[in-house]
């Protein structure tokens, strides 16, 4: 029963304040719907769907912030 944290405690990034919120909402839904018995094949379709509306330029955003703390 181990959860792994969020390694990114930095401030949020523009990406972040623009589309997090959206995000966090697409996700709550989609993870619910499953929960509730939707077809599993429907996370590659979020993922896909995060991905473009903004997850893509979050990743990069924290990886470049990561980055700078080697």
Same mark, same amino acid.
């Given at each position: 029963n181990d959860y792994l944290y969020d390694q990114f405690y930095g401030s949020l990034t523009p990406t972040m304040i623009?589309?997090?919120a959206s995000l966090e909402s697409m996700?709550?839904?989609v993870f619910a719907k499953i929960i509730m018995g939707q077809d599993i &094949?429907?996370?590659?379709?979020? +993922?896909e769907d995060w991905k473009s509306l903004g997850? &893509?330029?979050i990743t990069k955003e +924290?990886?470049?912030?990561?980055?700078q703390r080697k």
């Open positions: 623009e589309k997090k996700e709550d839904e &094949n429907s996370f590659d379709k979020f +993922v997850g &893509n330029e +924290v990886n470049a912030w990561y980055g």
